[in-house]
């Protein structure tokens, strides 16, 4: 049995150091989840349908795993104040993706780094699952301190958890050096068995003589590890605008093709100033090459907030969360936390080979109210629930209008053929634009601030996290001509934080 509790409590914050967030004598030093419910839905800015911690900032989903019918999240935690520090690796379960019971950190930084002035930690990294049904994790440890704090040094581990997956009972270094060429940016190893030759193999997130880039290595037993090539190396234009290595890489084997997702840090978009976006490639993978369908990479979000998606097999179904990322208003002044994922996607291919995103259905059971009944095309809102809106026909030029009590908050418009996302924000409206698309689908999830688009069945999606406007009042569809809208579906949500 898990406990259902979390340690969060003043008093065992001592100092700033590691030592918070222990199991003491086998028992959590816990805040009682009855008191979950009111925490999560009192907060105005806190997503319901989104997993979020009860405190403190987090970055990206880590090691997540499908074990035993359940659900584990792993994520980037620094557990004493809502700024990213230290790193540890939060953990939580769940039985269905969306109501999460939090559980002690699972990982602490190797070192005290407050003493040490500096930060680094437990870095990212992902759950394998071998052939024998047993589960370790592999992560990057970044150490501050080496060469004399000049500069980090980022180096590989291998944990394996206890039976209760409470805690690491073996923790050990595993790679220490990247290949010539690469930079001190070696991180975020996701880990897989090769079956067709039967060897475990390994994506690093790094640099290649300056150009971001994805290694891959080989291992006989999973720990001792060979580079073997650069699996991508990104075009000049990522450098040239900033990008200063490749994170939190995914790779993996969907529907009978091989699938690239990349981060690219420090990388600023010319054209809209967008930072760190996140892309995908599918192709074949063969030996220790993959080559991609097609030269251009696709764009996994058109707004903002998406990054750092990590994906994981459960049974027959690829599923992925990244973290709802905006270093820009990452927190509202004031709030107990920072950081929340996105709604858990499954994901698949479409005719030509796009990575698609849809929301996982398990949110359904948590639909609270019908209202696509009370008026065609517009409907209030209900107050601070979590709302769906979604259209099917021939949707080309609609247009959704977001309201809240101070007016306008969003809008999401099929105009010039291309989505358009215009959120008002205090120093104005910020607007963003995908791919052409001719509009078929779209479902639009709006959740305390945090906007969610899917279009044509996910193949185009766009997030953006607003703290500006948090609560909708009303929502409106426009069409020129509302006969082509074949189906329209909206409902409002249950929170999934409540008991
Ligand atoms: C991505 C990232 C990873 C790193 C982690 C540190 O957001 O920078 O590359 O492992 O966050 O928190």
Known sequence: EIPLLYSFNSENVTEKGVTFLELRDGHVIARPRTSWPEWYESDTNRPQLRFSPFQAWMNDPNGICFIDGRYHLFYQFHPVESEWGPMHWGHAVSDDLYRWIHLPVFLHP?????????????????????????????????????????????????????????RPDANKLVLVDGPSG???????????????????????????????AVLLYGSEDGEDWKFM???????????????????????????????????????????????????????????????????ALQELDFGTDFYAMQSFRAKDRQIAFAWLFNWEFRKPPGSPYSGELSLPRVLGLDAERNLTMMPEKGCQRLRAHNLAQTAPYQFACEPRRPVELSLEGDLDGVQIVARGSDGESFRLAHSARRLELTVAEDNGEI?????????????????????????????????????????????????????????????????????
């Open 431 to 499: 607007k963003y634009r995908s791919a052409p698309l001719k509009l078929e689908r779209l479902t639009l999830f709006f959740d305390r601030g945090v906007v969610e688009v899917f279009a044509n069945g996910g193949a185009v999606c766009g997030t953006r996290r607003t703290y500006k406007i948090t609560d909708l009042t009303t929502l409106e569809v426009k069409s020129a001509d509302s006969s082509r809208i074949e189906s329209y579906e909206a409902w409002s949500y249950n929170s999934a934080w409540s008991n």
């Open 182 to 212: 690469s930079s001190h940016d070696l991180r975020d190893p996701k880990v897989w068995y090769d079956a067709a030759c039967g060897a475990y193999r390994m994506v690093l997130g790094a640099a290649i003589d300056g150009d971001p």
């Open 229 to 295: 090539s650069v699996l991508y190396r990104a075009s000049e234009h990522f450098r040239q605008h900033g990008a200063r290595c490749v994170e939190c890489p995914d790779f993996f084997e969907l529907n009978g093709h091989y699938v690239l997702v990349m981060g690219f840090v420090g990388y600023t978009e010319p054209e809209t100033g967008r930072h760190n976006l996140l892309y995908a490639q599918v192709g074949t993978f063969e030996g220790d090459r993959f080559m991609p369908a097609t030269p």
């Open 110 to 166: 190797e070192q005290n780094l407050w003493s040490l002035g500096a930060t680094g930690g437990a870095f990212s990294g992902s759950a394998f699952v071998g052939q024998d049904g047993k589960l370790s994790f592999y992560y990057t440890e970044r150490l501050p301190a080496y060469d004399l704090f000049k500069d980090y040094k980022e180096v590989q581990k291998r944990v394996l958890p206890s039976a209760d997956l409470l």
